[in-house]
């Protein structure tokens, strides 16, 4: 197995394609090729969690945020990051990042905190937009469906909870080669008019690249003619945070307690509480400020995330109860997320979860 073996897993999982334009996700130390003895998933990658990936006989850390996030001018070990870094190149100890490419999966980080507290009938807070492209292509009338069943084997026509969507038209296609073409219907120097289907279908912005291969390889002529354009639809499979139910609504300081022991956190920062039962919650893993009027626009009664400011809690205008439960807190479970999907995918391999807890934060 190769570093490359590894990536092309997790970004199964999670598409560097839909990280953040701020983030660094990806493989930010060592290289591709490089042969991998075993793999340490981590939340964050401390020097401390270096060594343990050394005493682990691990050459490849997964880490959920990144050691390397803004540019690094020097290595001269006088910073923790520098240090890692520094560390992790003296002996060939891989690193990868994921992030928000991860917190924009539903699937991924809230999906996790939605599974801790149970809540059902969960959906995309911030759904991402400019992430669904819509194909055009227009192929001879026997040749149709095989091409798409292609387009639909490559990941295309899935939309929500459907699949095999498309959308066809009729039509009279014309076409002239020149005296260097090889045209599979016609001959060169003639005007060929063909009947043909303009098929018609979305995909997933990560497929782009086996959407066109399966594209070209199905399709019967020597020239193919398409179009690829991005849509400014929602996603609603794609984005930030996640908003869920409970089963049954619950007072503020029993679902707040509750909370507490999910999270394992020993303080909750909250704005004012009222005696409204709580039924609708939305979370949103790791600093989440910016979406405090996304979920009081989706009717949450209440707002789990982190690094609330003071002024943040004003926000709250009595229309829903804020609730910091602290950034390591409300992201610790991304790492056993991910150590299950890749424990699936590679269940005879060397998979060790770090059993250093990397939280900055101490409370008195």
Not at 69 to 85: A, D, Q
Not at 123 to 136: E, R
Request: aromatic fraction near 10%.
């Amino acid at each position: 197995m190769i570093v490359n073996d590894f990536i092309e897993a997790i970004e199964e999982l999670s598409p560097t394609q839909y990280a953040e334009d701020f983030d660094n996700t990806g493989l930010l130390v060592g290289e591709k090729t490089m042969k991998v003895n075993g793999v340490l998933i981590t939340l964050d990658t401390l020097e401390s969690v270096v060594d343990e990936a050394i005493a682990e006989n691990c050459n490849l850390i997964i880490s959920f945020h990144p050691i390397i996030f803004s540019g690094l001018k020097k290595l001269n070990n006088k910073t923790y990051v520098e240090r890692v870094v520094y560390k992790a190149i003296k002996h060939d100890i891989a690193i990868y990042a994921m992030h928000t490419a991860l917190d924009n999966v539903s699937h991924g980080v809230n999906a996790m905190m939605c599974k801790k507290l149970g809540l059902k009938n969960t959906s995309v807070l911030i759904p991402k937009q400019k992430t669904i492209k819509k194909l055009t292509t227009y192929v001879p009338v026997n040749d149709a469906e095989k091409v798409r069943n292609a387009l639909f084997e490559a990941g295309g026509g899935s939309i929500g909870n459907y699949d095999f969507c498309s959308f066809n038209l009729e039509g009279i296609g014309t076409f002239n080669g020149n005296e260097n073409s090889n045209p599979t219907l016609g001959k060169p120097g003639e005007t060929q008019f063909e009947k043909e289907i303009q098929i018609n279908m979305t995909f997933s912005s990560h497929l782009e690249s086996s959407i066109l291969n399966a594209l070209f390889d199905s399709h019967p002529y020597e020239e193919v003619a398409y179009e690829v354009e991005t849509l400014e639809n929602l996603d609603q499979n794609r984005g930030i945070g996640m908003v869920g139910e409970l089963e049954t609504p619950l007072g503020i300081t029993e679902v707040l307690s509750f909370v507490k022991s999910v999270f394992k956190t020993k303080c909750i920062r909250h704005s004012e509480l009222n005696d409204q039962p709580i039924k609708r919650i939305a979370v949103l893993g790791g600093s989440g400020a910016f979406a405090i009027d996304k979920a009081k626009a989706a009717k949450a009664d209440l707002y789990i995330t982190a690094d609330l400011k003071y002024h943040d809690f004003y926000k709250a205008e009595n229309q829903i109860i804020l609730a910091d439960i602290g950034h390591y807190e409300s992201e610790q479970y991304t790492k056993d997320l991910i150590h299950a999907f890749l424990t699936k995918k590679f269940p005879n391999f060397a998979l060790v979860l770090s059993n250093i807890n990397t939280n900055p934060i101490q409370y008195y």
